[in-house]
DNA sequence: CTATGTAAACAAC
DNA sequence: GTTGTTTACATAG
């Protein structure tokens, strides 16, 4: 396939059995393989040692054997009430023991219960199979889509002994796992999102702080290093991407033009040396361009600062989307993202030397963005099982995640739904109740922008801009047209135009700019007045104007979860009004780094032929309106059941979604999750204690019963994780997802009925 | 079509 | 010259 730089590779990453009906076969007939019975274990190429080991059981009943398929591959038999940390312990122990060479993952399934130990109450019976069986889910971040796939087979154009084996050279699938996907902070993230596993999640959260810090700093350290290491190549990000690294860089999340081409520069050597002169032009021609980039002009009118609208800001650092270079260290969760790159340019590339292959390793230390959020979350629908899964409970930690994921999720959503994509249209809410054009709009400027962004805002203190409360202020100027609805509190229009962005009619001419002057607050005062504009008007006729913050759902469907006690976390502190602000809506975006705003409204203008934007009245704002979310999230009931799960997604989804994102489907991190509640955490630290295990199970409130019970039966983990031991810590994680409740396929293409091979662990 | 990248015309400083 | 806006065009998906 194609290896679409841009692409959230991501998403690919395993291909579900799922949606798809396919045939029960095998998915793409990857791997014909996996009849069970044959496949004997033969293979075990790749682990003579582990043949050794391959039954080795260790304390904790766990009983690691090699994979019957996979080379390099071992299967890990856990117990459900196995302790993690008896679990990791044997991992590494296993990893260390074969070396470098060895095995470098493991799949991890849950038995009923060790021999040792009792069984799992729920023998979980799903589906009438077995329960254990395990998929693996590969994901390739990577350049490649390589595995596309699936699982772990090989990659279908790989050979089968390379890429795949070692992470280093493969990226393919099982090496990317290191990348961002397996971490087992993503799959915290992801807990938190739908699923709100907290204890990873605190992981996440502290990473995340650190990023912050880093952040502040400016330069992580890591990335910028390791990026520039890999030379000069082009990265993988957007232009809209990397201002948004250089603006999340600050502390203020501010900056001017220049110091987001020094930025820029500084961090990436390719357009310092090697890009030609024109990308300064790209840059700002994507400040003008997208509503996430507001310039706010310092109340002298002289200096002109470059922010992200809060709405819009997931706070994505550079950092986050690097690879880390040490194993042992953890990443930060970089699970943002979002599309990327693209195109390197031709010529460009010319200088360039490494680029054409480094050694993986050496490459690819930057990760592209992740695909969406929102997209992963989509698996986590799942029915039943999952369910458990999902407490949102917990905070969420990470500015990003939270940018990610949500805000929306965690406010109100109760239920995991999945949006389908929404156009714009929705805003046909109006853009602001107030629409009072004039009002509409107050904002806070300046870092008191924030403050709204309902996810945001609340959980972190940290960076958050909010805080920065300092200098601002006061009275802010901001032109903006668009936005409407911006979060700030408090705010007093100065308009000028008066008219909201839309309103107003927009006169054929230029734009109207409104300026709002906001308080800000408290602490400060006055001393800052920042005006920013925005280009309100304009529509997008034909061409491309600005692109507006769309609405969170719209690209993709979004899991709204529901939210337990967990939802409070956030919102703690803020209840945020689901409504009123709808604060669901913004956040959502996930796209890439600019998520929800990529695209403008375009649509509906009729108009034109001038800037004039408003036309329709609809059009601005979308992203800021509120996604049909609300309402349409509302309606989400419950999870689904499980079995239902499914089917309702399609329908909102579309089949054609799921096609495009593979992803989604999968319920990865039910698994995980329930690998760690069984036992108490070892890993965790502490913090996560705070996610109870309770809270995870606990249903969401609105969440139909049955799920739940479903999921719990389950709990057993059916998923299996995949662990890279290349490091010796569990980073990467990978879940499996069996669906037991999904009558589909029993045995997913992709599932293997580990009891056939592996019977001894049963 | 959309998202991006690039180039360029223009305007305001 | 710098900074911002907008158009236009090209390309990949």
């Not at 054409?356 to 989509?378: D, I």
Request: net charge neutral.
């Amino acid at each position: 396939m194609k290896t679409s730089p841009r692409r959230p590779l991501i998403l690919k990453r395993r291909r579900l059995p799922l949606p798809i009906q396919n045939a029960p076969g095998e998915t793409s007939g990857e791997e014909p393989k996996r009849p069970p019975a044959q496949q004997e274990p033969g293979q075990a190429q790749a682990s003579k040692e582990a043949a050794e080991s391959s039954s080795c059981k260790f304390p904790a009943g766990i009983k690691i054997i090699n994979h019957p398929t996979m080379p390099n591959t071992q299967v890990v038999a856990v117990p459900n009430n196995a302790n993690i940390q008896s679990i990791i312990t044997a991992l590494t122990a296993k990893g260390k023991e074969s070396g470098s060479s060895g095995p470098n993952k493991f799949i991890l399934i849950s038995c009923g219960g060790a021999p040792t130990h009792p069984p799992g109450p729920q023998p979980q019976a799903q589906t009438s199979n077995d329960p254990k069986r395990t998929e693996v889910v590969t994901e390739t971040l990577g350049p490649k889509p390589a595995a596309r796939d699936v699982n772990l087979p090989r990659p279908p154009g790989a050979l089968p002994g390379q890429r795949w084996e070692s992470c280093a050279g493969g990226e393919a699938a099982g090496c990317t796992l290191d990348n961002s996907l397996t971490n087992i902070q993503w799959l915290g993230k992801m807990s938190s999102d739908g699923l709100g596993s907290s204890s990873i999640k605190q992981e996440m959260e502290e990473k995340e702080n650190r990023h912050l810090e880093q952040s502040q700093v400016e330069e992580p350290p890591g990335a910028s290093t390791s990026w520039q290491d890999s030379a000069s190549e082009r990265p993988p990000y957007s232009y809209m991407a990397m201002i948004q690294f250089a603006i999340n860089s600050t502390e203020r999340k501010r900056m001017t033009l220049k110091d987001i081409y020094t930025w820029i520069e500084d961090h990436f050597p390719y357009f310092k040396h090697i890009a030609k002169p024109g990308w300064k032009n790209s840059i700002r021609h994507n400040l003008s361009l997208h509503d996430m980039f507001v310039r706010e002009t310092s109340a002298n009118g002289k200096v002109s600062f470059w922010t992200i609208h809060p709405s819009a800001n997931r706070y994505l650092t550079l950092d986050q989307v690097f690879k880390p270079l040490d194993p042992g260290a953890p990443q930060s969760p970089e699970h943002l993202e979002s599309q990327q790159q693209k195109r390197p340019n031709p010529e460009l590339r010319r200088n360039v030397t490494i680029k054409t292959e480094l050694p993986l390793g050496a490459r690819r230390k930057m990760k592209p963005l992740l695909p969406r959020v929102s997209s992963y979350l989509v698996p986590i629908q799942f029915p039943v099982n999952q369910s458990l899964v999902l407490q949102p409970s917990v905070k969420v930690p990470l500015p990003l995640a939270a940018s990610l994921m949500s805000s929306e999720l965690a406010r109100h959503s109760k239920r995991v739904r999945i949006a389908p994509k929404v156009l714009l249209a929705e805003e046909g809410v109006a853009p602001l109740p107030a629409t009072g054009p004039v009002q509409e709009d107050r904002l806070l400027l300046g870092e008191g922008l924030s403050p709204l962004l309902p996810v945001q805002s609340i959980k972190e203190e940290e960076p958050q801009p909010g805080e920065e409360t300092p200098p601002l202020g006061r009275p802010i100027k901001v032109e903006s047209p668009p936005l409407e609805e911006w979060p700030s509190p408090c705010l007093s229009v100065k308009e000028e135009s008066s008219h909201s962005w839309e309103g107003s009619s927009h006169s054929p001419t230029p734009r109207p700019k409104k300026s709002y002057s906001g308080l800000k607050s408290p602490a400060r005062c006055v001393s800052e007045m920042l005006v920013i504009k925005r280009r309100e008007g304009r529509e997008m006729s034909r061409s491309r104007r600005k692109q507006h913050l769309l609405p969170p759902c719209l690209d993709e469907p979004e899991l709204l979860f529901s939210e337990g006690p967990g939802a409070s976390q956030r919102a703690t502190e803020l209840p945020l009004p689901a409504e009123s602000s709808e604060p669901a809506s913004q956040l959502g975006y996930s796209q890439e780094e600019g998520g929800p705003f990529k695209t403008p409204i375009k649509e509906t203008l009729p108009i034109s032929s001038t800037p004039s934007k408003s036309v329709l009245p609809v059009t601005p704002e979308s992203w800021r309106l509120t996604p049909p979310a609300k309402g349409g999230g509302l309606d989400f009931s419950p999870v689904q059941p499980p079995q239902a799960a499914f089917g309702p997604l399609p329908d909102s989804l579309g089949p054609t979604d799921f096609s495009t994102t593979p992803l989604k489907s999968i319920p990865l991190f039910d698994s995980p999750r329930e690998l760690l509640n069984s036992e108490p955490f070892d890993l965790t630290s502490d913090p996560f204690s705070t996610s109870s295990p309770s809270d995870m199970e606990v249903p969401k409130p609105h969440s139909p019963g049955p799920e739940v019970a479903g999921l719990s039966a389950n709990r057993s983990l059916t998923e299996g994780l995949v662990l890279d031991t290349m490091n010796d810590s569990l980073s990467k994680i990978l879940l499996d997802i069996s669906f037991p409740g999904l009558e589909e396929d029993p045995l997913g293409p992709d599932s293997i009925n580990w009891a056939q091979f592996i019977p001894e662990l049963w």
